[in-house]
């Protein structure tokens, strides 16, 4: 657990270093800023192919060889990046990383989100706060020595996750099948609407990436439009990401003794909220920080009801962590149009529009699956997560790999989230 939690740190890391970096790779390769910032955009690209590459091979292969793999794709394209001799190059490596990225994403995710029953959305928002933890200390480590010396960064990253492959023992390869899980009928309510589940779980996750991406690229323009000093601006900017990464620490006691359901619609109520007094000059700075702590849990917060509304959908997890990575990607162009048409300081009245969105898709979650959840939390998911506690009280904190195989087992349940910005 705490290796896989260092893992997030690293992704987190990695996402973050290449911004940092742009100044020194636009003197090393003579780079355009559109060419520069190609390196972010082929990592993320590689990220989601590296999602939906792992989700395939997901249950053929055991876990310990996926999150092995991940971590040495990784490790050497952050050291191909590191050395490469042109941007091309760079490029391809960045690529490579990417993949080793998304299946790390992607692997540890679907882990945690089956592996320790009703706790799994707190250990979630654990795990995942970790991830804002290492997206603070990247930039940070490259101010510290320079941009120019990114290779060296880089390949202190490559050699970093290189003991974790050490901690994969402690990761199960398949899972103990649970028994006496009896069938829900609320599953067969699902079953006739489970594409339009699928389809607004998937809106949601795109559209809260791209609030979240769009607050932490247009917050630092919004501010200083308004009148803020570009010192403060960027402060203030990195008081939102910081606040993403304690919401998720704050929310994780919060999430065991209130449903997702109720977690995630207080978060799209607060989001929103916050993005409209972002609109008041004065309140601006403030409320942008509080659209962080709001924006926080939804992203751990949403596979755990996703895989208990969806149990018999085993690419459901795969298809929102990839597509909140597209969410990511898609919301600096689309949001741009909108701002080039209706000016700076509408941005916040914009990100809000786009948060009721997800309010409304919420809303209509938590209807469309009401009956499936409160048939199986009378029944089958409280036995089941009552069966498993009584089995093994000692490994639920130390297997979050422990029930991996478990979405790909028909009907069975999850009492339990899952990454631009994320």
Not at 394 to 414: F, K, L, Q
Request: charge should be positive; charged fraction near 10%.
């Amino acid at each position: 657990m705490v290796a896989s939690c260092v893992g997030f740190v690293l992704i987190g890391a990695l996402q973050a270093l290449y911004g940092p970096a742009i100044p020194a790779f636009r003197e090393e390769f003579g780079l355009t800023p559109s060419a520069a910032g190609l390196g972010l955009s082929a990592h993320f690209v590689g990220g989601v192919a590296g999602v939906l590459l792992f989700d395939r091979l997901y249950g053929r292969l055991g876990n310990r060889q996926i999150l092995g793999a991940s971590y040495l794709l990784m490790a050497i394209g952050a050291a191909g990046f590191a050395l490469a001799p042109n941007w091309p190059a760079a490029l391809a490596a960045a690529l490579f990383a990417g993949l080793g990225f998304g299946g790390i994403d992607y692997g540890l995710n679907q882990l945690f989100a089956v592996g320790f029953g009703h706790r799994s959305t707190a250990m979630l928002n654990i795990l995942n706060a970790h991830f804002g933890l290492g997206a603070i200390l990247g930039p940070a480590l490259v101010g510290a020595v320079g941009s120019a010396h990114y290779p060296a960064v880089f390949l202190g990253f490559a050699v970093a996750n290189l003991p974790l492959l050490l901690c994969l023992r402690g990761v199960r390869d398949r899972a103990p099948q649970p028994s006496g899980v009896p069938e829900s009928g609320g599953t067969r309510v699902l079953g006739r609407s489970l594409g339009s589940v699928l389809a607004v779980f998937v809106a949601l996750y795109v559209l809260h990436v791209g609030v979240e991406a769009g607050v932490g690229g247009w917050e630092p323009t919004h501010l200083e439009t308004v009148g803020y000093g570009a010192g403060f601006a960027a402060t203030a900017t990195s008081v939102y990401w910081l606040m993403m990464t304690v919401g998720r620490f704050l929310v994780a006691p919060v999430a065991l003794r209130f449903s997702a359901q109720t977690i995630i619609t207080v978060s799209c109520t607060g989001m929103t909220a916050c993005l409209l007094l972002a609109s008041v000059p004065a309140l601006a700075p403030y409320a942008y920080a509080g659209v962080g702590l709001f924006i926080a849990p939804i992203f751990p917060t949403g596979l755990p009801w996703l895989h208990r509304a969806a149990p018999r959908a085993r690419r459901a997890g795969a298809l929102v962590i990839a597509a909140s990575m597209v969410g990511g990607v898609a919301a600096g162009p689309a949001l741009g149009e909108a701002i080039e048409a209706s000016g700076i300081r509408a941005v916040p009245l914009l990100l809000c529009a786009i948060s009721a969105l997800c309010l409304a898709a919420t809303l209509w979650l938590i209807h469309a699956t009401r009956t499936a959840d409160t048939s199986r939390t009378g029944d089958s998911s409280h036995t089941a997560d009552t069966s498993r506690a009584a089995d093994a009280p000692a490994p639920s904190t130390s297997r979050p790999a422990g029930t991996s195989d478990t979405p790909n087992t028909p009907g069975t349940p999850s009492t339990a989230h899952t990454p631009g910005p994320r």
